[in-house]
């Protein structure tokens, strides 16, 4: 049950006060009502039917400033995130997010304020900067909300900048086999990424035992990322280990890789040791040389991924099969990313359709 204090300003006017127990039994107060009529309302919307239906909110919780709460959902998801993910979103929060909302009280912003905020931030930036910025904005105001902080979300109907999808850049079996001929010693690694569609940390994370020779599989446990200038090794991006058919011109050539490898030796280092970093597509990495040698539509080590996903594709595997190789969390995933490669299934379709129905629809003409 609420009560009712009547109290004097220093002007001379009266306030009327609200006294209750919140629903940990703590006793709180909420001041400034100028009758005991709207004292009596707001109790009556914010304690008595809020405590009853459960959708109390302490009214002071909402003045706990963002940069608080903040740091604390990074923390909380610190050993969640993949280690370069981490790496990102901290960046983030440092870069966009806290130098605008960190000296905030969280019931203080307005939804018109963070649409304004994103419609900036957009002018500036990527899609994908914006929607990383607002993911943390959002995620501090969701956990909030869970911990009965606050009710109304401002960052709820923000409309985001749309990614816009750059156009794929599929090599053809001979153009894989040209670079991977012209990146020399690294000819294997070539062939893992344009017909395995590892990603660049998975299969530079590969050691001796994980190639099987008798099941003509590579064992992907693992994958190792470049945070801050220091190499961390971490699960696959989905969490999830998986296997991945082996064909046979990288089994050829990872037999002579292997050859003199201990189980735990890696089998693509760099020339000094350790994990090889990333290779740009310009002149001065190895990876560069060999796109200008061997005349190949230029294209990143990560899109080589790509041209495995196409050469499986146009070899007849289904969505559920080019899934598994490239480790995507759903079939879903797959067919939105590579729509434009099971396109030509839709032709194929009509065809057999056709045929398979031309005795029963033709029979009359």
Not at 270 to 285: A, V
Not at 289 to 303: F, M
Not at 341 to 364: G, H, P, Q, R, W
């Amino acid at each position: 049950m609420a009560s009712y204090e009547r109290y004097a300003l220093k002007s001379g006017d009266t306030r009327w006060r609200v006294w209750y127990y919140d629903p940990g039994h703590k006793r709180r107060n909420k001041s400034g009502f100028k009758t005991k009529r709207d004292a009596g309302d707001w109790a009556a919307r914010n304690i008595t039917t809020a405590i009853n239906d459960g959708s109390y909110v302490d009214p002071q919780s909402g003045r706990v400033r963002i940069g608080v709460l903040g740091e604390e959902w990074i923390a909380a998801h610190q050993n969640v995130w993949k280690p370069s993910h981490a790496y990102s979103m901290k960046s983030s929060w440092r870069t966009h997010v806290a130098p605008k909302w960190g000296k905030r009280a969280l019931g203080d912003v307005r939804h018109s304020e963070v649409q304004s905020w994103i419609n900036d931030l957009s002018s500036r930036r990527s899609a994908s900067v914006v929607k990383r910025a607002f993911s943390i904005l959002n995620g501090i105001y969701e956990t909030a909300r869970d911990d009965g902080r606050i009710s109304r979300l401002p960052v709820t109907n923000i409309k985001l900048p749309k990614k816009q999808r750059k156009k794929r850049v599929y090599l053809t079996p001979e153009q894989l086999s040209k670079l991977a001929d012209c990146s020399g010693p690294h000819r294997p690694l070539i062939l893992v990424l344009g017909l395995c569609g590892l990603r660049w940390g998975e299969a530079t994370a590969l050691t001796a035992s994980d190639v099987d020779f008798r099941m003509n599989r590579l064992h992907i446990t693992k994958s190792v990322s470049q945070v801050g200038g220091k190499f961390e090794v971490s699960a696959p991006k989905t969490w999830k280990n998986r296997d991945v058919p082996m064909f046979k011109p990288v089994a050829d050539a990872l037999r002579e890789v292997i050859k003199g490898k201990q189980p735990d030796d890696l089998l693509f280092p760099s020339t000094k040791g350790g994990y090889m970093p990333p290779q740009g597509k310009r002149h001065n990495s190895w990876y560069g040389r060999a796109l200008e040698e061997s005349g190949v539509p230029l294209l990143t080590c990560h899109d080589l991924r790509h041209t495995a996903a196409s050469i499986a594709v146009h070899s007849g595997a289904n969505v559920k099969v080019v899934q598994r190789m490239l480790g995507h969390s759903s079939a879903a995933m797959t067919l939105d990313i590579y729509a434009d490669l099971f396109s030509e299934d839709l032709d194929t379709l009509t065809l057999n359709v056709d045929a398979a129905i031309a005795d029963v629809f033709n029979k009359d003409e």
